[in-house]
């Protein structure tokens, strides 16, 4: 997207290149050429952020002997670490088969040593898993796996304080289903090989470890027993408890005296480094339903209002023979348990919960340390990790849903740094405004709305980013009218359609008749038609449609199953009678989860439930057909977690299904062709993840995109075969869509923010031509001239800026195999050349960048890739003037043959200049730089005398024109034409240098 900030306009035509391109109903993969991850790697996505929220961080740990020295483990971000006390950070983790940790350790004797076990600790319905334990011995440098893959979710690791070899795992388990293994384990040859030392049963993992540094042989684990389903979760139960070892974990009693007898939930134990029989516990065991039966129902947040029984607060002082009840505090047991008590003082005790607190007289009674003034003021609830500084008791790190934050003054105050991205997006939209803005609905931390490009020097900053909805964000879908008209979507189906432009917000959704219960998912989908404006689809236990904007609204049969939740039971216990975290996070079940518009077809509608549902209506929802029978192979009930219908034929469509809320993490992708009487599979040859989004490409029905739970892939085969996306990072890919202009892939994911893959109509033309030939180039976007802004100063090191497409036009080729150069040749129509570009000549595909600037025609200039960490572009223009207006033949010269596409350059849409204005100024600058080189050449054959006279002009036409921004560092310019003082300038200056070389 090379080419910003021109009016709307209708896409280049790619009609030529997409004559050999068949539909759906007439599918021949066997011809169809696939393209693999290699030939992609010269296609480079850009990160546009944004880092402004942060995102879910599960663990801080700090260098012990180089406190700059940070490692910061994410919920599905990867790992990130800083040497700087976080002005910058390196992602350690990106080319990993996981992006989602519980835990990191460092060992103490050998800080080199690193271990990281994947998959987050906090049970939530859009929780990750990993695969197991990993361990750096370059301080995440380089990884290697060391197995435990069943584990899948790791909630602490110990290392001894002396041997790096040695370490114990607190594996949960499966979230979503049984499994032995789980439990505590141990190594003592570094993760070669490891011990379950701690087993309670396939329910029942360990949460939670804690050592005690003087005696590494004593140890403590607090085990869990949880399990969560699409329709319910039960959050405890017998195998929950404490654990002691005194013998390096070889052995383990539970430890019971004073603390809860029955069913427990979740537990979080600590250790303190000063006073080490003293131990801290937060107990999740509430009453049981006979106790407070009012209290019990399940709900979405059960847990914030039962009654809390036993639990709370729990302290011993010695070792864990006896413990007390200190306080009730607990706050949301299931998604934090996070206690920490200060290395120094063991009376000074802290919880990072919703509300995060501190106890200086051991539990007894608490304080605030993360204020807010207000609601969206201050420091972000939601925390889970700490980090306090062993020699400044005032000095600590804090962390959570909302990203790092440090205080320096006991957590009174805090520094946010928020300046690398690990946004969490369920949804993202984009809107056709030039240049298009980008709308994403975060986890925990609201929907906001930024610019896919911005024409400052930096790139796109947090504070282009802006704010537009509160809660948990979710959809965000741009009406056809515009952004005036943005449906902005929180949990549970609460909608607000907002006037981006204006600022105002106005909740709209359908109310419930009198006996009717309308249900809606935690990301209860939208959508807006591509038909109509005003009309918007929005997703519950029905469709519901509104043809107003909002105003109105008709709702249709119910589509679910049927399913009767609460006839069902969780590890055993009927869902009427869980009462540990009941539900928590779970909301309406048997509902839609994904729905879409046929793009031929207004009155051709498709829906998915977590259920398992699938149906189509072909009369814009008045009846339905259940589809999902006819899906070969399909486990049952497995939610659905996509559904894209074709904009090339009007039976296709592709449906994904996410199963591993029943346990399983295998992908599941289908196409139909006759809507949905007969699927075809198009999973074979996916790695494990579950497919989170298909996108059909607009251009070409035989390309299509995959985002699944840890990478993007695409494939130009029908889906015979996939590639994934190289270059960008593991994380969960939730949602992708296509510009529809632009053709930009836009990539939201749960983890790393949004990316940006610009210009894919490469893939579109991915026909057998294309890639049978020696060399061919793919046609180009047009280009827009345009000045960047060098809009602030001085800025520093620590400021998160998204990245900016290249400057002018991106141009992408593919070269066959063989030698010699390639070359890029610029020329107006007429033939005249502009510009040589000496490119990349390896086999393979490949992707420059002309910056609509001329260069020396008769001498090519070495195109190269634009990598600088000072600069986050050229400081400096690298050709000369830049072209005027109109249309340009590019040739590629490689391989003995050529191959060449037409592109477009506009004026600048901000200002009023005419094709003629821009055709002065750069006839006017080619003759001033004409002169400029003329005297150079004359200077340089020069006597002494008349050499400084020479060097002198070169100099004055140097300053000359600067004025119109082709010299001097970061220096804006114009595009204005050259006024008459600027022409009767250039004389003189022509006829001073006539008469300096005696013409």
Known sequence: ?????????????????????????????????????????????????????????????????????????????????????????TPIFDDQPVSTFGDVAIAPSNPEVIYAGTGEQNNRNSTSWGNGVYRSDDAGRTWRHLGLEGTRHVGKIEVHPADPDVAWVAGLGNLWGPGEERGVFKTTDGGTTWRKVLYVDEMTGAVDLALDATNPDVLYAATYQRERK????????????????????????????????????????????????????????????????????????????????????????????????????????????????????????????????????????????????SYDVGV???????????????????????????????????????????????????????PYW????????????????????????????????????????????????????????SY???????????????????GEDYRFDWTSPGLASVHQEGLFYMGGNRLFISRDFGESWEATAELDHGIDREARAIMGVDYDDIYISAGDGVGGFGVIATLAESPLDMNLLWVGLDDGALQVSRDQGATWTEVSGNVPGLPDEAYVSRVDASAHDLGTAYATFDNHRNGDFAPWVYRTTDFGETWTPLHDGLPEGSVNVIVEHPDNPNVLFLGTEHAPWVSTDAGESWARIPGLPTTAYDDMVIHAREKDLVMGTHGRSIWILDDTRFLAEWTPEATAAAAHLFSADAGTLFRYRKDNSYRAQAEFAGVNPPDGIELTYRLGTGAGEALLTVARTDGTVVRRMSVPATAGLHRVNWDLRHGDPDTPDEWERWDDPDYPRPPRASGGPFVSPGSYTVTLDARGTSSSTTVTVEGDPLLEHTDADYRALEDFLLRAAALAEAAREAAGQAGEGERATLQQMAREI??????????????????????????????????????????
Request: net charge negative.
């Open 1 to 89: 997207m090379s080419h910003p900030f021109r009016p709307s306009r209708s896409p280049l035509a790619c009609a030529a290149a997409l004559v050999a391109i068949g539909l759906p109903g007439a599918l021949a993969a066997q011809s169809l050429p696939s393209i693999t991850a290699d030939e992609l790697s010269g296609i480079h996505s850009r990160s546009i952020g944004p880092a402004v929220t942060g995102g879910r961080i599960t663990d801080v740990e700090i260098h012990p002997d180089h406190r700059s020295t940070i490692y910061i483990g994410t919920a599905s971000g990867g790992i990130w670490k800083s040497t700087n006390r976080g002005h910058s950070w």
């Open 230 to 373: 699409a329709w319910g979760f039960n959050g405890g139960g017998p195998g929950s408890g404490i654990w002691k070892s005194t013998d390096g974990g070889d052995t383990w009693a539970e430890l019971t005296n004073g603390l809860p007898a029955g069913d427990m939930g979740r537990i979080g134990v600590a250790v303190s480094a000063s006073h080490p029989n003293v131990l801290m516990a937060l107990v999740e065991a509430p009453s049981a339903p006979s106790a407070n039966p009012a209290e019990t129902q399940p709900g979405q947040f059960a847990g914030f209002r039962r009654d809390p029984g036993e639990t709370g607060t729990y302290r011993s002082e010695d070792g864990g023979a006896t413990w007390q009840k200190m306080s009730d505090e607990n706050g949301r047991p299931m998604y934090y348990s996070h206690i920490f008590i200060d290395p120094n003082d063991p009376n000074l005790v802290y919880s990072a919960a919703t509300t995060s607190i501190k106890s200086e007289d051991g539990g007894r009674t608490w304080i605030d340390i993360a204020g807010q003034p």
């Open 380 to 434: 972000h609830l939601d925390m889970h990790a700490m980090w306090l500084d062993p020699d400044d008791r005032n000095h600590f790190y804090l962390a959570g849903d909302g990203g790092l934050h440090e205080t320096f003054d006991g957590g009174v105050s805090y520094r946010k740094i928020n300046n690398f991205e690990i946004g969490q997006f369920y949804a993202i939209g984009v809107d056709q405004r030039d």
């Open 438 to 493: 980008v709308y994403g609905g975060m986890q925990d931390n609201h929907s906001w709305m930024g610019p896919a490009e911005t024409r400052r020097y930096d790139g796109i900053l947090n504070d282009d980013w802006m704010q537009i909805g509160f809660s948990d964000g979710m959809y965000q879908q741009v009406d056809k009218a515009g952004p005036r008209y943005v449906y902005s979507a929180a949990t549970q189906g």
């Open 496 to 514: 607000n359609r907002v006037d981006v432009i204006a600022g105002t917000k106005r909740p709209i959704g359908p109310t419930e008749p009198p």
């Open 958 to 999: 140097a300053v000359f024109t600067r004025a119109f921004g082709d010299a001097g560092r970061f220096y804006d310019g114009n595009f204005d034409p050259p006024s008459a003082s600027d022409r009767a300038r250039l004389n003189e200056l022509e006829a001073a240098f006539t008469a300096a070389i005696g013409g």
